[in-house]
């Protein structure tokens, strides 16, 4: 088992940053890919930004990319999604995950890739 708790959340005007950051216990955490998803209200959950167990592959969505990073201390048992440039369409709770993230073959933007979930964290971008 994999126990995953977001923090970083938060209130920001649009054109700031924010970082995420998710912490892991449990099981071996660098044997995961680590992926980040977001809820909008009133949509479903889409995926954001993933990373390898390694750390040498990175996927993020079209929407992020070049405002988005996603990385991993794998020391600290802990993902972080560094966020600038913020826009108002960011506004989510967003979710960190942990699973097979597409390492084997399937496609690392489904939520079926993830098999750990945290409870996720408020992000609220002010125009």
């Known amino acids: 088992q994999v126990q995953l708790v977001e923090s970083g959340g938060g209130l920001v005007q649009a054109g700031g940053s924010l970082r995420l950051s998710c912490s892991a216990s449990g099981r071996t955490f660098s044997s995961y890919a680590m992926g980040w998803f977001r809820q909008a209200p009133g949509k479903e959950r889409e995926f954001v930004a993933v990373?390898?167990?390694?750390?040498?592959?990175?996927a993020y969505a079209d929407s992020v990319k070049g405002r988005f990073t996603i990385s991993t201390d794998n020391a600290k048992k802990t993902a972080y999604l560094e966020m600038n440039s913020l826009k108002p369409e960011d506004t989510a709770v967003y979710y960190c995950?942990?699973?097979?993230?597409?390492?084997?073959?399937?496609?690392?933007?489904?939520?079926?890739?993830?098999?750990?979930w945290g409870q996720g964290t408020q992000v609220t971008v002010s125009s």
């Open positions: 995950a942990a699973g097979r993230g597409g390492s084997y073959g399937g496609n690392y933007y489904s939520q079926d890739e993830y098999n750990y």
């Open positions: 990373i390898s167990w390694s750390g040498t592959r990175k």
